[in-house]
């Protein structure tokens, strides 16, 4: 296929999926978009990856699979435009106190970018080094790992308040916590 009209392809599919998601997250909740976003990926960038390794090996299965590496992306674009593109800086809002709402989404922000430049300056030494088809596959195992942190430590934060959500929080820390020992003044708002 032709690059330009790969391109076009991917750019339409990204707007359509980002609309989709606006329609989606407040009657799907966010947790099951973040979990089917998080497996795509992994799927996709799986896929991507045995196209990698077959055309490595000069299989020639890949010359007749030339379209799997834009069905990878295509399906790689659209689960992270249902998921993990608008909705964890839904959630920073919807998780954090207001009083630490400013600081917080402030070094989210740049974590964000700073692992966004991590894997745009390093991907083709990564490339190089392991081979295309174990980066690829690197990044889906990733996701997976994703996927069971989405599934076991996300709360759901549809139609929850504040307060439930941090309450999600306390029953996951250590049994040994107890009310002398704990500090409610992080939870509460100072507003």
Partial sequence: ???????????????????????????????????????????????LGVYFYLKDINDPVYKNIGWLPLLSMVIFIIAFSLGYGPIPWLMVGEILPPRALG????????????????VTQFFEDLQTSIGAAWCFWMFGIICGIGA???????????????????????????????????????????S
């Fill in 1 to 47: 296929m032709d690059d330009n009209l790969s391109t076009i392809v991917v750019g339409f599919v990204q707007v359509v999926a980002t609309i989709a998601s606006t329609l989606l997250v407040d009657r799907t909740g966010r947790k099951i978009l973040l979990l089917i976003s998080d497996i795509l990926m992994g799927i996709s960038l799986v896929m």
């Fill in 103 to 118: 600081i917080a989404s402030s070094i989210a922000t740049v974590f964000n970018w700073f692992l966004a430049f991590l």
């Fill in 148 to 190: 069971l942190y989405v599934t076991f430590f996300l709360p759901e934060t549809k139609g929850k308040s504040l307060d439930e959500i941090q309450n999600f929080f306390i029953s996951l820390s250590t049994p040994t916590l107890n009310s002398e020992h704990s500090n409610p003044g992080l939870l509460e708002d100072e």
